[in-house]
């Protein structure tokens, strides 16, 4: 058979699928990945157990359906980990972008003066753009206004890298001898299949080390945490095949990180934006090839590189979406996701309670993770229906927030969203999501984008045809049009949501 092997690297998965020249998966395994929590916050992965399972994935594969045409990878991003690049031996686990030992050396990193003066740069800028909007335009510009909110995170690398050379002895002994070297997964799985050391910019971008608008590693940040330029990958186009899996003579033909993956099935023009469902929600928006600044909770990264040009977003996310289902079905509300639509038809057409559902935080475009979820107006005639439907409508309207507020900050008028992931098989919270940002919201038939678009970027490489120009668009199986206003839903909602900012 003829096909495509793509691999794909999630938190919670490891999975190899199997795609036809035209599109159809024929084949998927998968297995359960394995975290290590050594401490409260710390969420480690063993890097060596994710080697084994992909080359038992391909292997078991190829015993099905025969050798590939060629394999790409598409993978969780800013899950960090260090080697000796002579042994290839790991010199610590992997530490994964969920995990939050490193909050003590932000708070002293964001001490720094350099920290300080960006961000007064950047407001000043900012409050300047206001008055000549061309300055937000100009890379330099949009770089100086993103310094406003400049920072570390606890799933940024950078972090990550400087914890390990502080307290793990064998990365301190490989650094000084300048034989460790760095990379999230993609590298890591790259360098094990075919023996380079490279990134490509989707990945790099989210690092928190890499300067999205002169697309190279940040020499400030570098020098901010003192990591040494040597460790860092060198870096790879999307549309330029890696080299060849050497334990299977396969051609390697690319990589991306799973989010740019989905906005690339979605569209590869400036205002295309996907939402891809799943645990939390990612939306991402195509900015064109000239990058545009961040603001809070909304961050600059890299879409799609080429030989021929650099495609940036912006991206926002809303922490809890499968999660906060997935929490209904633990307290017994509802059994599954198919019960959703039930509690819609059941109750009443006006709910009048209010759930706002940051589980874990209020993320884009906000940034409160102090703010946890909060339910308004509960009565004696609150149902169960009442209480599922409301939670649904609070996360479509969050996702709605973060469109609205990425159209604001690229000042691009978005007409239609592509919206994928496990959660977008519900009708209701899809239509919801329509009314509430006033935007035409498709669901594709192939609900797995990130698969899909690195099938997509995959077969583009292996034909040597141009991976923009030959982009299709994917096939929608439903449309939907804004149909309800929900007026005293979002003024409730804006109300509670300013009570619980000012609180």
């Known amino acids: 058979m003829k096909y495509f092997l793509i691999l794909d690297v999630g938190t919670t998965n490891i999975k190899a699928h199997a795609f036809t020249n035209d599109g159809k998966l024929v084949e998927s395994f998968e297995q359960r990945s394995k975290p290590i929590y050594p401490e409260p916050g710390w969420i480690e992965q063993e890097p060596m157990f994710i080697i084994d399972t992909i080359h038992k994935l391909i292997e078991k594969t190829i015993a099905k359906l025969g050798k590939p045409l060629g394999l790409a990878l598409t993978n969780q991003r800013s899950t960090t980990i260090l080697w000796d690049k002579k042994s290839g031996e790991p010199l610590y686990n992997m530490i994964t972008w969920q995990d939050t030992r490193t909050i003590d050396i932000i708070e002293n ?20 753009s206001r008055l000549i909007p061309s300055i937000k335009h100009t890379k330099k510009g949009a770089y100086i206004i993103t310094l406003a909110n400049i920072g570390f995170g606890t799933a940024h690398s950078s972090m990550h890298i400087r914890w390990m050379m502080e307290n793990v002895e064998d990365v301190k002994k490989a650094i000084n001898k300048k034989q460790a070297v760095f990379g999230n997964i993609d590298s890591w799985v790259t360098w094990n299949l075919t023996g380079k050391h490279v990134t490509d910019l989707t990945n790099a971008s989210a690092t928190g080390i890499f300067d999205p608008f002169y697309t190279k590693w940040s020499n400030n940040v570098l020098k901010i945490v003192e990591i040494p330029q040597e460790i860092m990958p060198a870096f790879i186009t999307n549309d330029t095949q890696i080299g060849i899996a050497k334990d299977y003579d396969i051609p390697y033909l690319t990589q991306i990180a799973d989010q740019q993956a989905s906005l690339y099935m979605a569209g590869v023009k400036k205002g295309d934006i996907s939402i891809t469902n799943g645990t939390g929600a990612f939306i991402d928006m195509n900015v064109g090839e000239i990058p545009a600044p961040g603001d809070i909770g909304i961050y600059p990264l890299v879409a799609l590189s080429t030989k021929n040009k650099t495609i940036f977003l912006l991206e926002g996310a809303v922490n809890a979406t499968g999660s906060a289902i997935d929490w209904l079905i633990d307290i017994g509300f ?22 706002i559902p940051p589980l874990s935080g209020l993320n884009s475009p906000y940034l409160r993770p102090d703010i946890k979820a909060a339910i308004f107006d509960i009565t004696r005639d609150t149902s169960k229906n009442d209480f599922v439907k409301s939670l649904i409508q609070g996360i479509a309207m969050r996702c709605s927030e973060v469109v609205i507020a990425l159209e604001k900050v690229s000042n691009i008028n978005v007409k239609k969203v592509i919206a994928d992931g496990g959660v977008s098989q519900n009708d209701e919270y899809l239509q919801l999501i329509s009314d509430f940002s006033n935007k035409q919201v498709l669901r594709p038939k192939n609900l797995n984008g990130t698969a899909y678009g690195t099938f997509m970027l995959a077969k583009s490489v292996y034909e040597k045809k141009d991976v923009i120009k030959s982009w299709v668009p994917p096939e929608i199986e439903k449309k939907f049009k804004p149909l309800h206003k929900h007026e005293k839903f979002k003024n409730q909602w804006n109300r509670y949501i300013k009570n619980l900012l000012e609180n």
Do not use: M
Not at 115 to 121: D, I, M, T, V
């Open 109 to 128: 990193l964001s001490k720094k003066f350099i920290l300080k003066f960006g961000r007064g740069l950047g407001k000043t800028t900012k409050k300047l």
């Open 334 to 355: 509802i059994d599954n996701y198919s019960e959703i639509s039930k509690a819609f038809k059941e109750s009443s057409d006006e709910t009048n309670i209010t759930f």
